[in-house]
């Protein structure tokens, strides 16, 4: 009775610490890992090394989709190697004495496959001692200190709190359930939230942050206002250019799908899927369903619904989709045909999709904080004339109006052609006195999100 108390206690405070401080980067297992109910997908994972083991692991992260479950079976996997582990010796704290190490196996792994390793192997150790001391008396002599009840109680502290340290370092220390949790904000679209999650600080000094919070800012129609605020550098910042981590590759997927550009969601999409060993992930399915199902194409947008409606818990996603899906039966899919030149270079592709979207703003200020960010200031001037009719008659974003005060000191017109701001100009009449007297800490303190510190602190470095 006592060690089965003892194994519940283990058990409750280990799905806490899953539950309550890494619930996001379980949910992210499940969507970098993919599973079907079809015959095809079934003969496709018996000519992969180690099938039995991924196909399990596949059927069983399905339900990482809910973080209290996803804790449960989290739990419950190396806790089946410690019970089959106690089988053998018969003592509790020898058999959570490799739960540490299970944990720490698990670490970083995409997959369940250290979790039912350590399962199928602590199984058939116990499987084959029962069996071979049904025939002959085994027995390991332990010394009689091994029987010592404090020593017992010692030694099952020290392993479960071990087991919580490698929990909490392997995933809330190193920062990974704060990006686990960026991603399904990303993904799910609540951009509010990305904002509130990230402080000007850590967009400076990480490069994932800052693109979700500037992609936040986009979305929000704050981009124009504080894109230097959280760390914009250069044109480069939007999105990844080297996607060679999972991370890198499902941001660009989540940002091109958030701005509509159909064949970079696509491309994307394809080159996270088929860097996993089935050839194809949750995440990318969900998107592709759903971006097929914005540019009209039946087909594909039927075929991923098809696939996904195989899974065991995709059932309300899909229904909720079938009238949208209905109602494109006849459609003619809305492809841009020129569409394939875009992603390259970020400032050309902005400017493209500027010109065949004039109306969308997010495409113009993309173009123009890039700009920015660039230092590019007469090809921000030549652009700016062109959008401001269109977007920028009531207000004028406030880091437009700063490089617009810079700009006509040059080009007088430009202060009043455009309305600046009083504010704005006071501002910048004190940000040149600080500056000038020496005082740069309480400048670059005072005014970090403006446009003139950017400028003048990028060309000053100081220690």
Same mark, same amino acid.
């Not at 970083?108 to 979790?115: E, H, K, R, T």
């Given at each position: 009775m006592k060690r089965f108390f003892v194994f519940i206690l283990i058990s409750v405070l280990l799905w806490a610490m899953w539950f309550f401080l890494c619930p996001y980067s379980l949910v992210l297992l499940e969507g970098f890992d993919f599973f079907a109910a079809l015959p095809d997908f079934t003969f496709l994972n018996l000519d992969i090394p180690g099938a039995p083991l991924k196909y399990i692991s596949a059927f069983l992260l399905q339900f990482?989709?809910?973080?209290?479950?996803?804790?449960?079976?989290?739990?419950?996997?190396?806790?089946?190697?410690?019970?089959?582990?106690?089988?053998?010796?018969?003592?509790?704290?020898?058999?959570?004495?490799?739960?540490?190490?299970?944990?720490?196996?698990?670490?970083?792994?995409?997959?369940?496959?250290?979790?039912?390793?350590?399962?199928?192997?602590?199984?058939?150790?116990?499987v084959v001692y029962h069996i071979f001391a049904s025939f002959v008396r085994v027995s390991f002599p332990q010394p009689k200190i091994l029987n010592s009840k404090w020593l017992g109680i010692s030694m099952v502290s020290v392993s479960v709190l071990m087991s919580l340290f490698v929990i909490w370092n392997g995933y809330v220390r190193n920062g990974y359930e704060k990006i686990a949790r960026l991603d399904y904000l990303v993904e799910n679209r609540m951009?509010?939230?990305?904002?509130?999650?990230?402080?000007?600080?850590?967009? /400076?000094?990480?490069?994932?942050?800052?693109?979700?919070?500037?992609?936040?800012?986009s979305e929000t129609g704050r981009l124009a206002d504080d894109a230097f605020l959280y760390g914009l550098s250069g044109s480069s910042d939007f999105v990844f250019g080297n996607t060679e981590n999972v991370m890198s590759r499902?941001?660009?997927?989540?940002?091109?799908?958030?701005?509509?550009?159909v064949n970079p969601t696509v491309y994307y999409a394809f080159q996270q899927a088929t860097q996993f060993v089935l050839g194809m992930n949750f995440d990318s399915a969900r998107c592709l369903a759903d971006?097929?199902?914005?540019?009209?194409?039946?087909?594909?947008?039927?075929?991923?619904?098809?696939?996904?409606?195989?899974?065991s818990c995709h059932?309300?996603?899909?229904?909720?989709?079938?009238?949208?899906?209905?109602?494109?039966?006849?459609?003619?899919?809305?492809?841009?045909?020129?569409?394939?030149?875009?992603? /390259?270079?970020?400032?050309?592709?902005? =400017?493209?999709?500027?010109?065949?979207?004039?109306?969308?703003?997010?495409?113009?200020?993309?173009?123009?904080?890039?700009l920015l960010a660039d230092r590019n200031k007469d090809l921000f001037y030549k652009y700016f004339?062109?959008?401001?009719?269109?977007?920028?008659? =009531?207000?004028?974003?406030?880091?437009?109006?700063?490089?617009?005060?810079?700009?006509?000191?040059?080009?007088?017109?430009?202060? =009043?052609?455009?309305?600046?701001?009083?504010?704005?100009?006071?501002?910048?009449?004190?940000?040149?006195?600080?500056? =000038?007297?020496?005082?740069?800490?309480?400048?670059?303190?005072?005014?970090?999100?403006?446009?003139?510190?950017?400028?003048?602190?990028?060309?000053?470095?100081?220690?």
């Open positions: 990482y989709a809910h973080p209290a479950l996803a804790a449960v079976i989290h739990t419950l996997l190396p806790m089946l190697s410690v019970f089959c582990i106690w089988l053998i010796f018969k003592n509790v704290w020898i058999a959570l004495l490799p739960l540490p190490l299970l944990l720490w196996y698990q670490t970083g792994d995409l997959s369940l496959v250290p979790y039912l390793t350590g399962v199928a192997v602590s199984a058939l150790a116990a951009w509010n939230e990305v904002i509130d999650s990230v402080s000007p600080q850590e967009a /400076g000094y990480d490069d994932y942050r800052r693109k979700c919070v500037l992609l936040a800012l499902n941001f660009n997927m989540n940002f091109y799908s958030t701005s509509g550009l971006t097929y199902l914005k540019v009209g194409d039946y087909a594909l947008a039927k075929k991923y619904l098809d696939i996904l409606s195989h899974s059932g309300k996603w899909v229904r909720d989709r079938l009238d949208k899906l209905e109602s494109i039966r006849d459609a003619v899919p809305e492809y841009r045909v020129d569409e394939k030149h875009i992603w /390259g270079n970020f400032v050309y592709d902005m =400017s493209l999709m500027h010109e065949r979207c004039p109306e969308d703003r997010r495409f113009a200020d993309f173009l123009l904080c890039a004339q062109d959008v401001a009719a269109e977007h920028y008659q =009531s207000s004028i974003p406030r880091l437009y109006q700063e490089i617009l005060l810079l700009i006509a000191q040059e080009e007088p017109e430009a202060a =009043s052609r455009y309305e600046i701001s009083e504010e704005v100009r006071d501002q910048y009449k004190n940000f040149v006195y600080l500056v =000038s007297s020496g005082r740069e800490k309480v400048a670059r303190k005072r005014y970090s999100g403006t446009y003139w510190a950017y400028l003048y602190f990028q060309n000053h470095k100081h220690p």
